[in-house]
């Protein structure tokens, strides 16, 4: 309707004895949020440091509630060898940090004794906050975390896996195998060479099992000290 009509569809509604007229307002649209992708802009370092960031306040599962830090992992960014345990202890949850108990002494130990400088590796666990007394993570509470640990390992690109303890072994690489059967294969996760020993704080607790784990900690040696460098 052009200027000039409209004004004289006024004119004669005012000659008609209406004196208000009221127009309806055009709706107003909310714009459609569009569908986030992950950013995975960043060197590794960078992406790791925003994820420990993002990820502090976590409420996906139980475990948030009995928390002091979620302890999202620590290491090299670019490491050839990747260690994964099982869930943080008392002094991982108050310092935010992985290992850094005694059996975080032992495993760094263990790693010199196979000339590896714990600065060289990246260290994470299945689960980032600390299951009460120390307990095995219920499956719900690995099944909130582990998109945590896939993230990092695709964000790493390590070439070996260490995996740290039954719990370790069992959820990455998907089965039911004792301990013992575990150790004695060289398992595949993801295209990356998989080996499985067992976590220091059992170690502290069972000392024959020390000679064992020295056995396997040879066999990550052998296979670490023949990488080439990445192109």
């Known amino acids: 309707?052009?200027?000039?009509c409209i004004s004289q569809h006024l004119e004669l509604m005012k000659l008609m004895g209406v004196d208000n007229v009221f127009l309806k307002r055009k709706p107003e649209f909310t714009s459609v949020r569009k569908k986030t992708m992950p950013d995975n802009s960043g060197s590794a370092e960078e992406r790791l440091k925003k994820n420990n960031v993002n990820y502090k306040d976590c409420n996906k599962c139980p475990l948030c509630n009995g928390r002091t830090n979620l302890v999202y992992g620590e290491g090299n960014p670019n490491a050839d060898l990747m260690l994964i345990g099982e869930g943080p202890g008392f002094y991982e949850d108050k310092s935010g940090k992985p290992f850094v108990g005694k059996a975080g002494q032992l495993l760094t130990k263990m790693l010199l004794a196979i000339k590896i400088d714990r600065s060289q590796v990246y260290i994470g666990n299945i689960v980032k906050c600390r299951p009460p007394d120390n307990r095995d993570p219920k499956p719900e509470e690995v099944e909130a975390c582990l998109p945590y640990l896939e993230e990092q390992i695709e964000i790493i690109k390590p070439r070996i896996l260490l995996l740290l303890g039954r719990v370790a072994g069992q959820t990455l690489l998907k089965n039911n195998?004792?301990?013992?059967?575990?150790?004695?294969?060289?398992?595949?996760?993801?295209?990356?060479?998989t080996f499985v020993t067992y976590h220091p704080s059992a170690l502290l607790r069972h000392?024959?099992?020390?000679?064992?784990?020295?056995?396997?900690?040879q066999k990550v040696q052998k296979i670490y000290e023949g990488l080439k460098p990445r192109t």
Do not use: F, S
């Open 207 to 217: 000392t024959a099992w020390k000679k064992p784990a020295w056995i396997d900690l």
């Open 1 to 4: 309707m052009t200027p000039n």
């Open 177 to 193: 195998l004792r301990m013992q059967e575990l150790r004695e294969t060289e398992h595949t996760y993801k295209g990356i060479r």
